[in-house]
């Protein structure tokens, strides 16, 4: 959780997309991270991109209803905004960040912004999921779960992805990304991200899915999956891979 005063990490990616709700605080964060790295734009607005590649495919298998697992800042291109004939009901475990989206949602009769720790289902707020995800766990779903996996540990993530798994409906869809080894040659930005942060290389990503399918792409980097035109030049920062619980 970030303290009034200091940088957030939503915050700062809202800054990387072209958004307008961060704060000096967070462009400053930005601007030192870029400082030990590299540019950051590119990569964030390829991952955005994978995040509308996605919710496009799973709104065309007939899915209207899409539950967000931290969700950040709402910068545009988000789920409702992708899929306008959805509801969507965006989680995150940061109360500011909470506030910050029923703030920018409010008026909105298919979004909705609430608290909730993916790692514990049982966090969601029951009236804001029959509102904004009515088919829970009885027809199939959306489950967005971008930025999340390099925070938590292995087992720790195949038991949330499991629960998950039991938890929608056969049928449901798994949108996710996995962070690569890519700051690995950037110890400087790497110590940036703190001790909770966890690298990946690409070969474990898709064990972790569980029961979780993956659509015939598996799981690549996120430019690369069904790009429109020639992927974007951006480093595979991120791998990502939409994933179903096969129905029936």
């Known amino acids: 959780m970030a303290a009034p005063d200091a940088p957030s990490t939503a915050r700062m990616i809202d800054h990387w997309l072209g958004g307008r709700d961060h704060r ?33 495919a799973i709104a065309a298998e007939g899915v209207d209803g899409f539950l967000v697992f931290g969700a950040g800042v709402r910068t545009c291109g988000n789920v409702h905004e992708v899929a306008p004939g959805a509801t969507v009901l965006y989680t995150d475990v940061d109360p500011e960040t909470v506030r910050l989206g029923r703030r920018l949602l409010a008026g909105s009769d298919r979004a909705g912004y609430g608290p909730g720790d993916v790692t514990d289902i049982g966090t969601l707020d029951p009236a804001l999921l029959r509102r904004f995800v009515p088919g829970w766990g009885r027809r199939p779903v959306g489950v967005v779960f971008l930025g999340l996996a390099a925070f938590l540990d292995d087992d720790t993530l195949a038991r949330t992805l499991d629960d998950l798994y039991e ?18 040659g950037h110890p400087e930005a790497l110590a940036m991200m703190g001790p909770a942060f966890r690298m990946r290389a690409p070969e474990r990503f898709a064990p972790l899915l569980g029961r979780w399918r993956p659509t015939a792409e598996g799981v690549v980097p996120v430019a690369r ?24």
């Not at 030990?36 to 991952?47: D, E, K, Q, T, V």
């Open 24 to 56: 000096p605080v967070d462009v400053a964060a930005a601007a030192a991270f870029e400082a030990a790295y590299g540019p950051c734009a590119a990569i964030f607005r390829s991952l955005r991109a994978f995040l509308g590649r996605t919710v496009r």
């Open 225 to 248: 999956w069904r790009p429109v035109g020639e992927p974007e030049p951006v480093p595979d920062a991120f791998h990502g891979a939409l994933a179903r619980r096969p129905a029936g």
């Open 167 to 184: 938890a929608a409906a056969p049928g449901s869809w798994l949108a996710i990304d996995f962070d690569s080894e890519e700051l690995a």
